[in-house]
């Protein structure tokens, strides 16, 4: 009987370990060995969901985890924890590892693979200011860093009640949401002219406005310069160009940036933003047997034509599953992404798909923008709640290129639409045809993107005109 092949995997988060799992489930382990290294202490759980678990909508930290260590272990994966992956061998087809501790034993040992899923997903962005690594100073990537807050604020005395988060995009304002929730007063700074720089600055006004009327209190135009530390080595309070702001606890929520140091030292593609650049099967492009998924790699956006980093939990479920179909003996693409993403803060929803302004421009595109304001359901229908739909359409041909939405309830899914209708190619007027549901407790008669749809179709015929 011929050896069993080796797969090996560097992260077991959501991406290696659906590469693993898809893989595990395709082949056996007389076919197929699999070893994967986490220098972290959990597996498969939620990210996205550690806002939500801070702020106490989800009850416990194991209800954001999908699967266990113990369960993958039960299913033939050879899952080894607080171990950190310190080299690639592409050549020879090797990693070496070493106890992510470091240490006396940090040079660890080499393990030899068939094949490599590289899923180390991406680092938070943590600036070399003063003070930035005091006690009292988090940022929220990983379950240890979600109890490692909570433990601060848990530690905090009555009269702590002072929260400065640096970074007003997604996890920014979800974090805010969190401690607002805990009883914090909140102060969110960004150096941008509005949060949310993932929406055009018309469309940030919105969400700044609304959360000024939350009582959370956001500083744009504000540039950090260090945090402050009191007589015990504490953060308590965060500095910018032109202020002081007392802090209990600071969040730092500044994104994130591809992990890729490994891939980079061992000579593998990687593209712009610093991100690995796969095939359409996720193989790193120019090594057969090297794959790659999650938060570390580049995907094609199929709006612009080019690769970007996006890092969202969604991605690399699938990237994990193509991977290990395609280890397994099957055969799988991941065709690209259209920009997709929705957010909240309270109860005011936040989204957008496709192209900001600054984003067709810099392509050089031509195009037209329209705005249009509707309600959730229909106006005579109670709790009707308000929102405002800006989508962008090309000149002449009236191809969809983006769509951007900020309101209450009903309104951050119904990007969907617009998602669905940018990966299909539709034309805004195209989209004026589809045919939604409709009834009083749900939408208008004409739902808020179709009612964007067709200003948008005007627009684009008044400009051709």
Wanted: glycine share 14%; net charge negative; proline share 5%.
């Amino acid at each position: 009987m011929a050896a069993a092949r080796r797969l090996v995997v560097i992260g077991g988060d959501a991406a290696g370990m659906a590469a693993a799992s898809r893989a595990r489930r395709l082949l056996g382990p007389d076919e197929l060995e699999i070893t994967a290294f986490e220098r972290g202490g959990f597996t498969s759980y939620s990210a996205c969901g550690i806002p939500y678990w801070i702020g106490g909508d989800v009850g416990s930290r194991d209800a954001l985890i999908a699967r266990s260590p113990e369960e993958h272990r039960a299913r033939g994966i050879d899952l080894r924890l607080h171990t950190e992956v310190t080299a690639i061998d592409p050549e020879r087809r090797r990693v070496r590892t070493g106890p992510a501790s470091g240490g006396a034993e940090a040079a660890g040992q080499w393990t030899d693979f068939d094949d490599l899923v590289i899923a180390t997903g991406a680092r938070p962005l943590r600036p070399g200011l003063p003070g930035i690594d005091a006690p009292g100073v988090h940022g929220v990537q990983s379950l240890d860093d979600g109890q490692a807050l909570l433990d601060t604020l848990e530690g905090l005395g009555p009269r702590a009640r002072r929260a400065v988060v640096v970074g007003a995009g997604y996890i920014g304002v979800e974090m805010a949401e969190a401690l607002v929730k805990r009883g914090f007063q909140v102060t969110v700074l960004d150096r941008a002219a509005q949060p949310m720089t993932t929406l055009d600055p018309d469309m940030g006004t919105l969400v700044h406005e609304a959360m000024d009327g939350m009582g959370i209190e956001v500083v744009t135009g504000a540039a950090v310069t260090g945090i402050r530390t009191g007589p015990d080595g504490r953060a308590d309070a965060v500095r910018t160009e032109s202020a002081t702001y007392p802090a209990d606890v600071v969040v730092l929520g500044l994104g994130v940036r591809p992990e890729t140091g490994l891939a980079r030292e061992a000579g593998l593609p990687l593209g712009e933003s610093g991100g690995l650049l796969t095939d359409l099967a996720m193989r790193v492009r120019g090594h057969e047997h090297i794959w790659a998924g999650g938060d570390c790699v580049e995907v094609l956006d199929l709006v612009s034509g080019r690769t970007r980093h996006i890092a969202l939990g969604t991605h690399a479920n699938k990237h994990g599953q193509i991977i290990g179909a395609n280890i397994g003996g099957d055969y799988a693409t991941f065709p690209g992404v259209v920009g997709t993403a929705v957010s909240k803060v309270c109860d005011l929803e936040i989204a957008r798909t496709g192209l900001l302004e600054r984003q067709a421009a810099d392509l050089g595109l031509r195009f037209v923008t329209v705005t249009a304001d509707s309600t959730s359901r229909a106006g005579y229908y109670p709790k009707a709640a308000t929102m405002r739909v800006k989508m962008l359409a090309e000149r002449r041909t009236g191809r969809l290129l983006g769509t951007q939405i900020v309101g209450r309830e009903g309104a951050g899914k119904r990007v969907d639409i617009a998602a669905v209708a940018l990966t299909a190619g539709m034309t805004v007027e195209a989209m004026t045809a589809l045919d939604l549901g409709y009834a009083p407790p749900f939408s208008p008669v004409w739902d808020p993107v179709l009612v964007a749809a067709r200003k948008a179709t005007a627009a684009v015929r008044e400009d051709a005109d």
